[in-house]
C-alpha cells in the first residue's frame, strides 16, 4: 500500500475506534475509573460506553481488550457483541409489537389461539401478554438435562412446558416465554424470525452491523465469549466429541446455540454505534420527532409503560424492564418510569424518554471463563451519566404517577407503611378560617344559605361533626352565613341504617331539618330542587369507600345534576379513598347499566377521591354544575387509610376496618347473589359461604390458584337477622390478606364467582351478580367457566379507555 494510503487508513481506523463524542457536556471522566478498576479486577475484559442525550452522542469510549485467549486485542468501538437478552426487546418484543400494530395479533388474546401446540398441560390461558412481562408462570429456560437440537425441537419443548405457577400472579424471568413469541412471531408472518427481524426491523433503521448469524468476515471485530465444549467453530452445529472452542460469532446462549443461533430469546450481534442508532430513533418516535423506528408512537408509548398484570410488583413493559430485581443497570438517579434491559454476556442498554438520554454498556464480561459480577458497574456509570447530563431528582413524582407511591416502594421491594400527617377538606376549611365560604358569602351580596350532606363521617381531626363546624363557627366567622338544611345519605345521618327508607328527622344538636337521600322511590334519593334553589350552595362533607358500587358516589352525582338545574355551588371537603388511589383495577360497568349502584361507567376500584369523583362527573357528563373541592393536604395516592393519621370511622354499618374495606371490592360483587358476605356477623366482607358449600373443599382448591395477596381458610358462621341466612349454619372460607399492595380485589371477586358457578352450577345464583358487577360481558364469561386472569384479560381495554379519561379529573398526581 502505498505511504500516504497507509497514513489515511491509519487516521480513518483512529477516528473510527477513539474518535471523541460530538458534544461532551458535563464531567465523564469518573466512568473512565469505574471501568479501568473492573478490567484491573479482572471482572471485565474491556469494554464500550455510549451516552446520549438531547440527539446527540455526548460521550463514546471504548476500554480494555476485546480478546484476552488465544491472542490479546484491543478493544475499539466498532467491536460487534453477542447482545443476549437484549435480543428480546430489541427484536422480538418489536416484532409482537408490529403484529400487534398490523391488526394481526391482540397482546391479551391466548397465546394457544394462534400456537395450539402450547395449550397442552394447562397453559390455555397463558396470554401474549403474560409471555412479554414474564408473568406466564413458565420455568425459566428449556431442560438441556439431555441432548437435543433444532428451532423445532426446541419449540416443542416449549409447547409442552409445565407451568410452575398460574399465569399473572408472579413474576418469573424466562427464556421459554420469548422462544414461545419466535414462534408465534414466525407462525404469524409466514417468515423465519431472523428474516422478519431483517425486513422490519434492522433494515429500516439503518443498522450495518446488526444480524442473527454473523459473517465469518465479522469475526475479527466479534468480541469472543467464553470456553464452550463440543461446538464446531461456525454453524451452531453441536459436535458432542469436540474439542473446547473459544466462542467467536456463535452464540454464547446454550439454548439458542441447540436453535442453531436464531431463537425470540438470545442470538443477537450488534455493535455500540448501532444500539445508539436503535436508540435514538426510538426517543424520537417517543418524543414525535421525524423517525424511522419501526413502530408508530401511541403503540411504543404502550411497550415502554407498565403493563405487567394490576397487582404485579415487578413493573415491565412489553419486553422492556422498568424497576424489577433486573434493573440494576438504571442505577439510583435515572427516574422509575424509564426503562431498558441487559444480557447475560455483559450487554446493557438504558433509556430515559424524559431527560432524552440513554446509556449503552457493552461489554463480553463472560470471556473468557464465564461470568463475573460486574452488575454493580453499571448502575455506577448510569449514576455518573445521570449526573453528567443534569438529571434533577423529582421527588418520586414520575414514580408516583406509574406505581401510585414513591420509588422505594416500586418493584419487588417492599411497601411500607408511610406515617402522614393528612389535613381532611374540613380541617383544611378551618384552617383558612373558611376563607372559600367568606368568598362566596360575598359573591351572594353578604349572605350565603348552605346545606350540608353529610353523616357520622363528617369529623374534623378534633373529632367535632361538620354540622357543628358549619353551624356554628362558621356562622361566627362569616357574617351572613346561615346553615339552613342537612342532607343524609344511605344509612342516614348517624350511619346506622341499614336498609331503605330512611325517613326525615331533626338534627338534635342544632334542630335542622334532616332531608333523608335513601327514601323507598327514585325521587326520594334525589334532592328536591324546590329545596336547592333556596340554597346558595351544598357542603358536602362523606368519608367513601373507593368502589364504584358505594352509593355515596351516586348522591354527589345527583346533586351536581340538580345544581347544574338551579345554579346552587356545590363544594366537596374531600377525603382519602380509604384503600389508595393508586390502583386502577376491576371491569368498567355497562354504560347502559346505569343505577343507583351504578352512576357511571367506572370500574370497581376506581382509585379516586370523591373530590375527584365530582370532577370526574362533572367533566364526562358535561353537567357544567358549579364546583368547588377543598382539597386535603399531605395526602398521597398511594396512602391507605391508615397511613393518614386519620380516625377510622364506620363508612356504614358493615364496613366496620380497613380490612373490610379492602376485602368490599371483592365479596361485594357477589353479595346480591344466594351467599352470605358475612353481613350480620362480626366478619362482613371477611367470609363468604352458604348451607350448601363444601368449605375445607373450596378453601383448598382457591389456595391452589394462588392468588396474589391472600390465603383462604376454611370457616363456619352463623348470621344474625335480618340477613341473608340468619340462624343457619353457613360453610365457607374466610379471606386472609397477606398482601394488601399486591391483591386484585375485583379479580379476587370475579374468580371466587368463577370457582363457586364451576363447583356449584346449579346451585349458586351466578346471574344475581349482575345488579353490582353490571358488566354483562364479564358474567357471560364467568358463566362460560372462564377464569380471572383469563376475563381481566378482556376488560383491561376499558379500564385503560377510563384511565386517560379520568386523568383530567385528578387532583393529586397520578
Not at 340477613?723 to 360453610?731: A, K, N, R, S, T
Not at 364467568?782 to 377510563?802: K, N, T, V, Y
Amino acid at each position: 500500500m502505498p505511504r500516504s494510503l497507509r497514513f489515511w487508513a491509519f487516521l480513518l481506523l483512529f477516528f473510527v475506534c477513539f474518535a471523541p463524542a460530538r458534544a461532551q457536556k458535563g464531567n465523564f471522566a469518573p466512568i473512565n475509573r469505574i471501568v479501568n478498576q473492573a478490567i484491573q479486577h479482572h471482572l471485565i475484559p474491556g469494554a464500550v460506553v455510549i451516552i446520549g442525550h438531547n440527539g446527540h452522542v455526548v460521550f463514546r469510549r471504548a476500554y480494555g481488550w476485546r480478546s484476552l485467549v488465544p491472542d490479546e486485542e484491543k478493544m475499539t468501538v466498532n467491536t460487534i457483541f453477542d447482545m443476549a437478552s437484549l435480543t428480546k426487546p430489541l427484536m422480538t418484543a418489536t416484532a409482537v409489537m408490529q403484529l400487534y400494530q398490523e391488526g394481526k395479533i391482540n397482546v391479551n388474546d391466548p397465546v394457544a389461539k394462534y400456537l395450539p401446540q402450547f395449550a397442552a398441560n394447562g397453559k390455555g390461558d397463558i396470554t401474549i401478554r403474560d409471555l412479554l412481562t414474564h408473568y406466564s408462570g413458565l420455568p425459566p429456560d428449556l431442560s438441556l438435562a439431555r441432548p437435543w437440537e433444532g428451532k423445532g425441537e426446541a419449540y416443542k419443548l416449549a409447547f409442552a412446558a409445565r407451568p410452575l405457577r398460574p399465569p399473572g400472579v408472579r413474576f418469573q424471568y424466562s427464556d421459554v416465554n420469548f422462544i414461545t413469541l419466535g414462534a408465534l412471531i414466525e407462525k404469524v408472518s409466514g417468515l423465519p424470525l431472523d428474516v422478519y427481524d431483517m425486513r422490519n426491523i434492522i433494515q429500516p433503521l439503518g443498522l450495518r452491523y446488526t444480524r442473527y448469524l454473523p459473517p465469518v468476515s465479522w469475526r475479527p471485530l466479534i468480541a469472543p465469549t467464553q470456553y464452550e465444549h463440543g461446538l464446531a467453530a461456525y454453524g451452531g452445529k453441536v459436535d458432542w466429541t469436540g474439542p473446547d472452542v473459544v466462542l467467536r460469532g456463535v452464540v454464547h446462549d446454550p439454548t439458542a446455540r441447540r436453535m442453531g443461533g436464531v431463537a425470540g430469546h438470545a442470538g443477537l450481534f450488534m455493535d455500540a454505534d448501532d444500539l445508539s442508532v436503535y436508540a435514538q430513533n426510538l426517543l424520537d418516535r417517543l418524543a414525535g420527532r421525524p423517525s424511522r423506528f419501526p413502530l408508530s408512537r401511541i403503540v411504543l408509548q404502550k411497550m415502554t409503560t407498565p403493563e405487567q398484570p394490576a397487582t404485579g410488583t415487578a413493573l415491565r413493559g412489553f419486553g422492556w424492564d422498568i424497576e424489577s430485581p433486573f434493573s440494576s443497570n438504571r442505577g439510583q438517579l435515572f427516574p422509575v418510569g424509564s426503562f431498558g434491559h441487559s444480557g447475560f454476556t455483559g450487554t446493557s442498554l438504558w433509556i430515559d424518554p424524559y431527560s432524552d438520554s440513554y446509556v449503552i454498556i457493552l461489554t463480553n464480561a463472560v470471556h473468557p471463563n464465564g461470568p463475573t459480577n460486574s452488575l454493580s458497574m453499571r448502575g455506577e456509570i448510569a449514576n455518573v451519566a445521570a449526573v453528567a447530563i443534569g438529571i434533577h431528582n423529582d421527588g418520586g413524582a414520575m414514580a408516583a404517577r406509574i406505581t401510585g407511591y414513591n420509588e422505594s416502594l416500586s418493584g419487588m421491594r417492599r411497601w411500607a407503611a408511610r406515617n402522614g400527617n393528612v389535613l381532611t377538606g374540613i380541617d383544611v376549611l378551618e384552617h383558612d378560617r373558611f376563607r372559600q365560604l367568606a368568598a362566596l358569602a360575598r359573591q351572594h351580596g353578604g349572605h350565603l344559605r348552605l346545606g350540608l350532606l353529610t353523616n357520622q363521617t363528617g369529623l374534623d381531626a378534633e373529632g367535632r361533626r361538620t354540622i357543628d363546624i358549619l353551624f356554628h363557627n362558621a356562622e361566627q366567622a362569616v357574617p351572613g352565613l346561615t346553615l339552613k338544611v342537612l342532607f343524609s345519605p344511605e344509612h342516614g345521618i348517624a350511619g346506622s341504617y341499614d336498609r331503605p327508607g330512611v325517613p326525615n328527622s331533626t338534627d338534635a344538636a342544632t334542630g335542622l331539618p334532616i332531608i333523608s337521600l335513601y327514601g323507598h322511590t327514585a325521587a326520594q334519593r334525589h334532592p328536591p330542587l324546590n329545596v336547592m334553589r333556596n340554597l346558595d350552595a351544598v357542603v358536602i362533607d362523606l368519608q367513601d369507600a373507593g368502589v364504584r358500587y358505594y352509593t355515596y358516589e351516586t348522591v354527589v352525582r345527583y346533586f351536581l345534576e340538580a345544581a347544574a338545574k338551579t345554579g346552587t355551588r356545590i363544594i366537596v371537603l374531600d377525603r382519602p379513598d380509604p384503600i389508595t388511589g393508586s390502583f386502577v383495577q376491576g371491569p368498567v360497568s355497562d354504560a347502559d347499566a346505569e343505577s343507583y349502584v351504578n352512576s357511571m361507567p367506572i370500574p370497581v376500584r376506581h382509585g379516586m377521591t370523591l373530590g375527584e369523583l365530582a370532577r370526574y362527573d362533572n367533566q364526562q357528563l358535561h353537567l357544567h354544575a358549579p364546583l368547588t373541592v377543598i382539597k386535603m393536604e399531605g395526602w398521597q395516592p398511594g396512602d391507605w387509610y391508615d397511613s393518614t393519621d386519620l380516625t377510622w370511622t364506620n363508612p356504614s354499618p358493615n364496613l366496620e376496618d380497613l380490612e373490610e374495606a379492602t376485602l368490599y371490592p371483592a365479596l361485594g360483587l357477589i353479595e346480591t347473589t344466594n351467599i352470605s358476605v358475612g353481613r350480620g356477623t362480626d366478619t362482613p366482607f371477611l367470609v363468604f359461604g352458604a348451607p350448601w358449600i363444601h368449605s375445607r373443599a373450596l378453601a383448598h382448591y382457591l389456595n391452589i390458584l394462588d392468588m396474589p395477596g391472600v390465603r383462604f381458610l376454611s370457616v363456619n358462621f352463623m348470621p344474625r337477622k335480618p340477613y341473608p341466612y340468619h340462624g343457619q349454619v353457613c360453610h365457607g372460607v374466610r379471606i386472609m390478606v397477606t398482601s394488601r399492595n399486591v391483591l386484585n380485589a375485583p379479580e379476587l371477586g370475579v374468580e371466587i364467582a368463577s370457582v363457586l358457578h364451576r363447583f356449584y352450577p346449579d346451585k349458586f345464583e351466578v346471574a344475581k351478580m349482575n345488579v353490582l358487577l353490571a358488566n354483562r360481558t364479564v358474567l357471560k364469561e364467568i358463566e362460560e367457566g372462564q377464569g380471572a386472569e383469563r376475563i381481566s384479560e378482556e376488560w383491561r381495554p376499558a379500564l385503560e379507555a377510563f384511565m386517560k379519561r379520568r386523568q383530567a379529573a385528578l387532583l393529586y398526581g397520578r
